[in-house]
């Protein structure tokens, strides 16, 4: 075992690549799994919170009605997931980010707790962003849990930009958002840049 409690981490060489597919009704199960274990890896590292509710089979189910559910697999196990949706969360104050004609919103995302710091959940973000440009949207915006077991800081390093701390029904949240070149918003800069050199 290393330091930190996990086995050792398998070279570079040998780990296969991961590939990335949207889900289906038939992966419903391996998803709650992976949630669960990833919920499971952050109360053993930060103690019981908000983030260690298990999830069911119908909120996964849901969501895969009402959103685009983006999958990572390493050879044939399941690595790490989130969801891409056009409706906002709840908790989310749109007043905080900034005004888009379409915004996604980047709900439960998990990495299972022995792909973490694996390059998982950076690829996935990178995926996501690729769907919302061919969406087409203008935005990302989510939230993290303004705790030690929260990801702000990684999605600060994955260059997401943090735009507001509220608490919304008890929980501490911080604000991230990540505003989009796509193909409709690089053709407009350019024409603004052609209209004002003539």
Known sequence: MSPAGRPPRASPRRRAAL????AGAPRIAAIVRLRDAAARGLTARF???RWSSPTSGRSVELGLR???VLLAW???RLAGTLRLATKKPWAIDVAYFTQVAR???LLDMAVHPDEQGRGVGRALLERAEALA???PADAIRLDAWDAPAGAG???AACGYREVGRVVYRGAPLRYYERVLETRL???SRRRSKSAGSL
């Open 74 to 76: 390493r050879g044939r």
């Open 185 to 187: 918003s690089m053709a």
């Open 103 to 105: 915004a996604l919103y």
């Open 47 to 49: 103690g019981e919170g």
């Open 19 to 22: 590939r990335f597919t949207l």
């Open 153 to 155: 800081g990684f999605y």
């Open 66 to 68: 009402h959103a685009r």
């Open 133 to 135: 440009r061919e969406w």
